[in-house]
């Protein structure tokens, strides 16, 4: 079977799996699990957020290594869209209702760096353009029907304008940047500040209010206005999506055979870029400061952006931007 044959999923499939060692089915929020378990400190919630992303790489890079390894994951619908001519007037059926952060230019100009050097190894990755880069800070649901998504949209109007302004107000810190992936895609992820690099007048205290204090009052508030949070994932990640594997031949010899080398290249790849990040970009190598593109302040130039309809590629309806500070 060729890539052009696989068949369509409804939606793609993607395990999210916790791996903070947090269970969270005992709480009628979520998010209160893993803040409850750190007993509410942002140093232990930071630790968590690391646990979870280096974890998750060491499984996947044991993965893809494998002698065993079948090859990268395809995105099929996300290939008839690159390539209209595998299925002419193809559309993607999953209609999603998100509350987005949107990265700051200089957040937006360090993952352009890091693209370019992924695209050294897989030079037919596919790029989440820069307009369309994104931080999930609230999924209501995905994959309905476009009716179902516009029911909920006029059942939220009336508060989505004060959700999506909620960052104006509560801001949460996102630092040390780093490249996580698994066999279908590339993700620059974060984690909670607590207490480093301070500056701008920026205290100790307003790091106690972290990222996932910030997912936990979204919950809330969107529960409140009488719609169901249907959320793929609540794990401990504050990730942006910024590439996907569509062209299987990045990862073929000239012969057009699957090359083990090339996956190896590709995960050394990630490994150095990872090592570059912390030395430039990370506070204890740089005397304890941040350098530009190395924190980001959710809601920082723009509030959250709630969009509708199509969007698992960072493409949707608008609903509303918040204001940005």
């Not at 696989?6 to 916790?18: M, Q, R």
């Not at 959250?304 to 204001?323: F, I, S």
């Amino acid at each position: 079977m060729t890539v052009e044959d696989t068949p369509l999923p409804v939606h793609t499939s993607n395990t999210f799996e916790d791996l903070s060692g947090i269970p969270t089915t005992a709480f009628e929020n979520p998010y209160d699990a893993l803040i409850a378990a750190c007993n509410n400190d942002m140093y232990e919630i930071q630790t968590k957020y690391n646990t979870h992303r280096t974890t998750r790489n060491s499984q996947q890079k044991a993965k893809m290594l494998d002698e065993n390894f079948p090859g990268v994951s395809i995105d099929p619908i996300l290939l008839r869209l690159s390539n209209p001519t595998i299925e002419p007037g193809y559309v993607d059926p999953r209609h999603c209702l998100v509350f987005w952060a949107r990265p700051t230019q200089k957040v937006k100009d360090l993952i352009h760096h890091v693209q370019q050097e992924l695209c050294t190894i897989t030079p037919n990755l596919w790029l989440m353009p820069q307009d369309c880069l994104h931080l999930t800070a609230l999924e209501i649901t995905h994959s309905k029907k476009a009716e179902e998504i516009e029911h909920l949209v006029d059942v939220m109007r009336p508060k989505i304008p004060s959700i999506t302004d909620y960052t104006f107000d509560h801001r949460a810190r996102l630092i040390k940047p780093s490249v996580g992936f698994d066999a279908s895609a590339i993700a620059l992820s974060f984690v909670p500040a607590a207490g480093e690099g301070l500056h701008n007048g920026r205290t100790l205290e307003d790091d106690r209010y972290t990222y996932h204090h910030l997912r936990r009052d979204l919950y809330n508030i969107c529960r409140e206005t009488g719609v169901k949070v249907e959320s793929r994932y609540v794990v401990p990640s504050s990730h942006l999506t910024i590439g996907r594997f569509i062209a299987p031949k990045d990862f073929k010899d000239e012969a057009g055979k699957y090359d083990q080398r090339i996956v190896k290249a590709f995960v050394e790849k990630i490994e150095e870029i990872n090592k570059w990040l912390e030395r430039e970009y990370w506070p204890q190598f740089n005397d304890g400061s941040i350098p530009d593109g190395g924190e980001w302040i959710v809601g920082e130039e723009k509030g959250l952006h709630c969009k509708m309809g199509t969007l698992w590629y960072g493409g949707g309806n608008e609903v509303h931007l918040g204001k940005g500070f």
